[in-house]
């Protein structure tokens, strides 16, 4: 079952968010602009996860060459998309309940969509890539308008304080690491998260 749920994580994640898309659109009525900005989010990260994994796939393939510099089995690479499952439903499912009364979280979920955007553009030239296009891009600046969108939203309608602000970038974060440390943990122990991140650092200097 593990090694099925693996192979086949982005097909049950798939199958999962579009479950819980199409139970809202039934059943619930009366969506705030905020659950609708979740729901929308949770559509563009599935478009997002087919564009970077499979059609036309390949960003894993790139982080694997530039950042990890090892290589992987193709069961580690595809169970991945399990870690990134988790945390997209983290960032998705909690403004969608919450966003209203404590608006960090959708300030977090926008920041998670403008990172998204940014790190794909960012990604063309780190990797050194022979054109302007990493796989996810598409999506990917989709989701950066987004972000920028439900943050203006957030500020023009007053629906935030200072602390939102601050600390919803901060929220976004602390789940992202998990989520990196995670998929670190689960390559088995070949690299440290700090081998991951001075690998980085090398790519973004040139090196």
Not at 3 to 15: D, G, H, N, P
Not at 55 to 74: A, H, M, R, S, T
Not at 81 to 102: C, E, K, S
Not at 122 to 132: A, H, M, R, S, T
Request: with cysteine.
């Amino acid at each position: 079952m593990w090694k099925f749920m693996k192979l086949y994580a982005l097909e049950i994640y798939t199958v999962i968010a579009m479950l819980l898309i199409t139970l809202v659109a039934m059943f619930m009525d009366g969506l705030t602009v905020i659950q609708q900005f979740a729901v929308w989010v949770s559509f563009l990260c599935i478009l997002h996860e087919w564009e970077e994994g499979r059609y036309p796939g390949g960003f894993l393939d790139l982080i694997q060459k530039n950042v990890l510099q090892i290589e992987l089995e193709k069961e580690t690479k595809l169970g991945s998309r399990l870690i990134t499952a988790v945390f997209i439903f983290v960032m998705t499912l909690v403004p969608f309940f919450f966003g209203d009364q404590i608006p960090m979280f959708p300030v977090a979920m926008a920041t998670f969509c403008i990172f998204e955007g940014i790190v794909h553009v960012v990604g063309i030239k780190i990797f050194k890539l022979p054109k302007p296009y990493t796989p996810g891009l598409v999506t990917a600046e989709i989701e950066l308008v987004t972000g920028i969108c439900l943050i203006t939203y957030i500020a023009v309608n007053h629906l935030g304080a200072w602390y939102d602000y601050t600390f919803g970038p901060f929220v976004f974060l602390f789940c992202f690491v998990c989520m990196q440390r995670s998929l670190v943990a689960s390559i088995g122990g070949k690299m440290s998260y700090k081998d991951i991140l001075s690998n980085v650092r090398k790519r973004i200097a040139g090196k």
